[in-house]
């Protein structure tokens, strides 16, 4: 079964960090590029971050730029979002997708995988 899972999300106060994971079953994620979604309540889903799958380029929201990180641990199929910094305009639900363009045309490009999201509560 092919398969994305996010995870890593919850309840953090102002000023705090999370690491979100990305984890693939039923296919190998490091051949693909891979984007973090967010959609916070009543808003648009934006782009958060890509990283390639060739030379681990990376791209990100300008709003979060320098306050998160993405990276990936091929071996461990997986790809990390470590937000630090975290303000309470960044909760949303977390999602992660296969890009298929490498980040080319981030924020744009061909996402295929998804998953079903992770809660992230930025409040005091």
């Known amino acids: 079964q092919v398969q994305l899972v996010e995870s890593g999300g919850g309840l953090v106060q102002p000023g705090g960090s999370l690491r979100l994971s990305c984890t693939s079953s039923?296919?190998?994620?490091?051949?693909?590029?891979i984007g973090w979604f967010r959609q916070a309540p009543g808003k648009e889903r934006e782009g958060v971050s890509c990283?390639?799958?060739?030379?681990?380029?990376?791209h990100y929201l300008d709003s979060v730029k320098g306050r998160f990180t993405i990276s990936r641990d091929n071996t461990k199929n997986t790809v990390y979002l470590q937000m630090n910094s975290l303000k309470p305009e960044d909760t949303a639900v977390y999602y992660c997708?296969?890009?298929?363009?490498?980040?080319?045309?981030?924020?744009?490009?061909?996402?295929?995988?998804w998953g079903q999201g992770t809660q992230v509560t930025v409040s005091s």
């Open positions: 039923g296919f190998t994620l490091g051949y693909y590029a």
């Open positions: 997708a296969t890009e298929q363009l490498n980040c080319n045309y981030y924020p744009g490009g061909v996402y295929g995988y």
């Open positions: 990283i390639s799958s060739s030379n681990g380029n990376t």
